[in-house]
Nanobody
């Protein structure tokens, strides 16, 4: 399994970014896909998930209403649209995949991308 993120960068507060994750080496539609992030000096944390069958989405409270996770099973892609960005959103963002159902736990994911940096300035 290979996951490759792209789309990170530096923006001012209130701006937007769209992260993309290209997946290969897996039967994409059978995997729950997720975004996690790791702020500077902190542990990796859940951001959003998109389940595999029922296609439900889940978000951490601090990003609800600002971030949207989506997936395109035909292209093996998952996206994270981030609007109204805040300085506290600054982190390395990781794409993750698991064959099971929804989970917001880092340890439940065994497939990770290399991460993409998002920096939001005040």
């Amino acid at each position: 399994v290979q996951l490759v993120e792209s789309g990170g960068g530096s923006v001012q507060a209130g701006g937007s970014l769209r992260l993309s994750c290209a997946a290969s080496g897996l039967t994409f539609e059978t995997y729950t896909m997720a975004w996690f992030r790791q702020p500077p000096g902190k542990e990796r944390e859940f951001v959003a998930t998109h389940t595999r069958i029922i296609a439900q989405t889940f978000y951490r409270d601090s990003v609800k209403g600002r971030f949207t996770i989506s997936r395109d099973n035909a292209k093996n892609m998952v996206y994270l649209q981030m609007n109204s960005l805040k300085p506290e959103d600054t982190a390395v963002y990781f794409c993750a995949a698991r064959r099971g159902g929804n989970s917001d736990k880092v340890n439940n994911y065994d497939n990770w991308g290399q991460g993409t940096q998002v920096t939001v300035s005040a």
